[in-house]
């Protein structure tokens, strides 16, 4: 009984959380080039500064509802320059 209550309360806080995505993404849109967006992520994952480094690609494509391909492509394009950033 215990177990399915629980399992109701967080079902419950998952869809609260999925709605507030949905929000989140119709408010915010990224107006720079993408490999702005992909070195900006990158920084962020290189310093920890964010959920450890994990899944920043994935939270900033969400919230600024922007494709970003292949990211691993862009970041060896970027290392390749010959003034990497």
Known sequence: MAHDMLMKSLQTE??????????????????????????????????????RGNIIAEIFSEVF????????RTYAEIKNRKNPT
């Open 14 to 51: 998952i869809s609260k959380l999925s709605k507030q995505n949905k929000n989140i993404q119709s408010q915010y849109k990224w107006t720079d080039k993408k490999i702005d967006l992909v070195e900006l992520i990158y920084a962020i994952h290189t310093s920890n500064s964010i959920n």
């Open 65 to 72: 509802n922007e494709d970003l391909g292949n990211i691993y």
